[in-house]
């Protein structure tokens, strides 16, 4: 079969638009992926950075997260950092998953005259945006419920953080000295929580 020099060059001409057509392709769906990092295997990775201490989470930067050692007959124990919400948009702390218990919940203290009370939040915490929101003892906080064993310092202790927007993060809390950046105060009602516990911190 014999070709013609045109139809040569006609074949040729296609086969290059054909290629310049797939490599732009290929190349627009690169950059797709890199614009929307969630359509990537990757975006876990790409969405998250840890230095040292802090966590950046999509808009979220995470910080300073402590337990604190717990006595040795002790059930139930403390967890505390600082959420800062860079965002334009309020976030909510929905929830906290542990290894070390099935039943971890968040808490408020509150003064009910000279008695400090402590409540359960099962709505969560709200995360405004462009603020910033401490879980630190004597305020907002995390509560590890029958703990079978007491934290000792210089462990860590991981938990999960479900969030209403930015998604889930793990992280690590240090596990530092009983009574680390202040001892829980004396007076604490405990009586909404279904039954006396012995407490190593909140």
């Known amino acids: 079969m014999k070709f013609s ?3 040569v060059m006609g074949a040729s001409a296609l086969a290059g638009v054909l290629c310049t057509f797939t490599l732009g392709s290929a190349l627009a769906q690169s950059a797709t992926m890199e614009m929307n990092p969630q359509n990537s295997d990757n975006a876990q990775a790409t969405q998250m950075m840890v230095d040292d201490d802090i966590v950046v989470f999509g808009d979220l930067q995470l910080s300073g997260a402590f337990t604190r050692a717990m006595p040795p007959r002790a059930v139930t124990g403390g967890g505390f950092l600082t959420i800062v919400n860079n965002g334009d948009q309020d976030d909510r702390l929905v929830s906290i998953t542990s290894s070390v218990t099935e039943h971890v919940e968040l808490h408020i203290m509150s003064m ?5 009370k402590m409540q359960s939040q099962p709505d969560g915490f709200i995360i405004p945006a462009g603020e ?3 879980l630190k003892p004597g305020g907002k906080h995390i509560m590890f419920i029958n703990v079978e064993t007491p934290f000792t310092k ?3 202790v991981k938990v999960t ?3 209403e927007r930015a998604g889930d993060v793990e992280m690590t809390l240090r596990v530092l000295e ?3 950046k202040g001892m829980m105060p004396m007076g604490m009602d405990h009586s909404n929580m279904g039954g006396s516990m012995q407490s190593g911190s909140d």
């Open 132 to 134: 910033t929101t401490e």
């Open 112 to 116: 009910d005259g000279e008695v400090m």
């Open 161 to 163: 953080l479900h969030f």
């Open 5 to 7: 020099f045109k139809q």
């Open 178 to 180: 009983i009574g680390a």
């Open 154 to 156: 210089g462990d860590d």
